[in-house]
């Protein structure tokens, strides 16, 4: 099966706009938001409560081209082949296919809809069949989505870059190691971001 043909609905799938109890939305800045901009700063309300990261990254490049979130290193590494970048109603996003089997694709999303980082994504825990707090190499993350596919070879992982940036990596495998633990696959994926842009 051509996993390209499938692969912006399938992205929407993880960054989808859901409401959540908060009036925010999944994958668009919130209409009404309660932060305010301090330089380049955000100031975030003490009632929030997603982990702030230990440092901010230098995401510059990630917020025009998300195929950049991997170095050429840290591509051949993990088995990926060339990104392909596609633009969407979230942010920009990439299609990473493993070079031995272009059936197994990792969709990248630079969430620059929202503005409030990982908060966002705290704020509408409640629309997610599963939410699970991690890190990937010292930044904060959730694993969270709408529909639990994670023993078919699917899984959604937030990790924090800024705190007013999340990156989301959805890992789609139909063969291999990776079908049976998709989420592996997802943070070996987010720290690998993490160190190539340099944490």
Do not use: W
């Amino acid at each position: 099966m051509n996993r390209r043909l499938i692969a912006v609905p399938a992205l929407a799938f993880a960054v989808l706009a859901l409401t959540g109890c908060a009036g925010k939305t999944r994958g668009t800045a919130n209409p009404a938001p309660s932060t305010a901009e301090s330089g380049s700063e955000t100031t975030r309300s003490t009632a929030d409560t997603a982990p702030r990261v230990p440092s901010p990254l230098n995401t510059a490049s990630i917020t025009s081209d998300a195929c950049t979130t991997l170095t050429a290193s840290a591509r051949s590494d993990l088995g990926l082949g060339e990104g392909q970048p596609r633009t969407t109603g979230n942010g920009p996003s990439c299609t990473f296919q493993e070079a031995a089997d272009p059936g197994n694709q990792i969709d990248v999303t630079t969430v620059t809809a929202n503005k409030n980082g990982l908060q966002d994504v705290y704020d509408t825990r409640a629309n997610d069949a599963y939410f699970g707090e991690t890190q990937a190499y010292g930044y904060p993350g959730v694993y969270a989505g709408p529909v639990d596919a994670r023993k078919n070879g699917k899984c959604g992982l937030f990790v924090a870059v800024t705190d007013q940036l999340t990156v989301n990596i959805l890992v789609q495998y139909d063969h291999g190691a990776g079908v049976s633990d998709p989420c592996s696959v997802a943070m070996k994926f987010g720290e690998s971001m993490i160190r190539s842009l340099g944490g």
